[in-house]
Nanobody, 118 residues
Framework: QVQLVESGGGLVQPGGSLRLSCVVS????????VGWYRQAPGGPRELIIT???????RGAASIAGRFTASRDNAKSTSALQMNSLKSEDTATYYC????????????WGQGTQVNVSS
């Protein structure tokens, strides 16, 4: 049974930073890219950034220059560093392993809530 556990969310002021963490209990962690998703209230869950097994990062335009992702294959963990946060970054953030088309592979974890507000 694969488990995805996200943590590190909270309340932050606009312009601030947060670092989210993800622990993946999957033996296939080193094979697949890690994808970070977010879901704003009433909106769809969207893929915002991936980091593959060779640490190649691909991100959405909405977070370009502000967010970056990393992974530790030895620990089966990933981190999402978020800088220059905006109110529109308010969402629940999730991680998952993804296939070549960016589709999630495993059931979702509980996510971690990020609120950007003054």
């Amino acid at each position: 049974q694969v488990q995805l556990v996200e943590s590190g969310g909270g309340l932050v002021q606009p312009g601030g930073s947060l670092r989210l963490s993800c622990v993946v209990s999957a033996s296939t962690f080193t094979i697949y890219p890690v994808g970070w998703y977010r879901q704003a209230p009433g909106g769809p869950r969207e893929l915002i950034i991936t980091v593959d097994k060779d640490d190649v990062i691909r991100g959405a335009a909405s977070i370009a220059g502000r967010f970056t992702a990393s992974r530790d294959n030895a620990k089966s963990t990933s981190a999402l560093q978020m800088n220059s946060l905006k109110s529109e970054d308010t969402a629940t953030y999730y991680c998952n392993l993804v296939d070549g088309q960016g589709f999630p592979l495993w059931p979702w974890g509980q996510g971690t809530q990020v609120n950007v507000s003054s």
